[in-house]
């Protein structure tokens, strides 16, 4: 049974999660705010931020709008991007987001990706202590591949916790996750969150078009998407969408929650009129037809094991 995860309202989360990495950033307050009520009026519950987005302006928007209904609300953050994953790091980065937030407790807090360099005993001690302490709900981790997740998890159960969330990127373009991520997540039932649904923007079909965003400003980006087989893949995926009458975003976004492991899409924008076809996904009817045509567009990775000729 995959982990239900509530609002301290009591209130199951949302299908889809609300990323607020722009806040601050390519979205102002203004656009942000506007973002904030469009994702609310839709029914989203759950936002995801981290402790270093936009230099503290994504926790700093996230808190000022998400304040005043803090209980019907569930707050995601990480911490642990940089500086690694040890006792001190985490409860420092943890307080500069309290102070960010103007909130004193998050209902998730995701460790940003895998430290190898600091015992996991020392990481999932300090979160349980932080959960015992009522300042987290939730452990989640990030980036991580499924033997780190397990290995947390076995530290965790030690200490009478658990990890109850994960983060992985997964889109049409990226799909590693479906190897090994998402069965261990159906195992454990662990609640799957998934970042980047639209492979930064690719998938919304605008770089054909010449149009400019995140892909030609990021040189990170680029090189995580900008490939021959990825634009070949997001120009099929428009064409598709073209002839269905809906916006590439709206299926990009709709695939990616159509996984059994039942990936809840981070979905992000910078203004509402972007964010549309996004939140058009919540509801989208997905098709077993249209599933296999969607994921037909590109590569499916290979299977986690290599005895394939019995498969
Ligand atoms: N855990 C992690 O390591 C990690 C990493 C990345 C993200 N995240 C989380 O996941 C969330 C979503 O990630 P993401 O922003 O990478 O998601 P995404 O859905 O792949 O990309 C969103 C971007 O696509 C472009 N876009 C969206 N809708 C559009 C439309 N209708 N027309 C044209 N362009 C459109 C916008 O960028 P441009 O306008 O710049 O083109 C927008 O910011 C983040 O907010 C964050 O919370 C987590």
Redesign the pocket.
Known sequence: MTQTLRTLSGTPVSTLTF????FGG?ADEAASRAMYDAARAAGVTHF???VGYTDGASETLTGIFARPEREEVFLAT?VAFDGGAGRANIRAQFDTSRRQLGIDWVDLL?I??WDGDTPSEETFSTLAEMQDQGLIRHIGV??YAAWQVMKAQSIARTLGTRIDAI?P?Y?LVKRQAEVEIFPMAQDQGISVHA???????LL?G?YARGEV???T?SEMYRQRYDTDWMRRAAQALTDLAAELGT?P?TLAVAWTAAHPAQPSP?????SV???A??LAAQGYAMTPDLYARLSALGPAPPPATDRLEEA
């Open positions: 990323g607020t990495m722009q390519a995801d931020t981290a990480k995701y940003h990706r990030s980036n983060q990127m889109s970042y980047s649904p639209l492979g930064g923007g919304t605008k965003g995140r892909l400003e916006h975003a981070i979905i992000s924008a910078r009129a972007q964010l076809p996004s």
